[in-house]
């Protein structure tokens, strides 16, 4: 079992900056990939970013509006945590972050069908 707490989360204006953190308890924290997914206000809950275990590859969400280049995902596994450090945030950032967890693998991975723990959600609101 894994349990996952997200933080971090808040309002902020357009342009600028936040720094979600998910810590894990439970399994080993380093033998998992690890990613952050979002969903916005009426839409589909949407990858945003992954992480493998040790941090050596990362992947992020390339649709039309999305957070490439502009958003980074890392992990400190002395501390069981990844983070998401966000900037030059949008209004269409808004959205309930949520982290999740991929124990079946170390390898990083854009699929969300995949991440078997889930945290609970942090609300990210963004005005213009």
């Known amino acids: 079992q894994v349990q996952l707490v997200e933080s971090g989360g808040g309002s902020v204006q357009a342009g600028g900056s936040l720094r979600l953190s998910c810590t894990a308890s439970?399994?080993?924290?380093?033998?998992?990939?690890m990613a952050w997914l979002r969903q916005r206000p009426g839409k589909e809950r949407e990858f945003v970013a992954t992480?493998?275990?040790?941090?050596?590859?990362?992947?992020?969400?390339d649709y039309a509006d999305s957070v490439k280049g502009r958003f980074i995902i890392s992990r400190d596994n002395a501390k069981n945590t990844v983070y998401l450090q966000m900037n030059s945030l949008k209004a269409e950032d808004t959205a309930v972050y949520y982290c999740?967890?991929?124990?079946?693998?170390?390898?990083?991975?854009?699929?969300?069908?995949?991440?078997?723990?889930w945290g609970q959600g942090t609300q990210v609101t963004v005005s213009s």
């Open positions: 999740a967890a991929r124990t079946g693998s170390t390898t990083a991975s854009m699929n969300p069908k995949i991440y078997n723990y």
């Open positions: 439970g399994r080993s924290f380093s033998s998992y990939a």
């Open positions: 992480i493998n275990w040790s941090g050596g590859s990362t992947y992020y969400a």
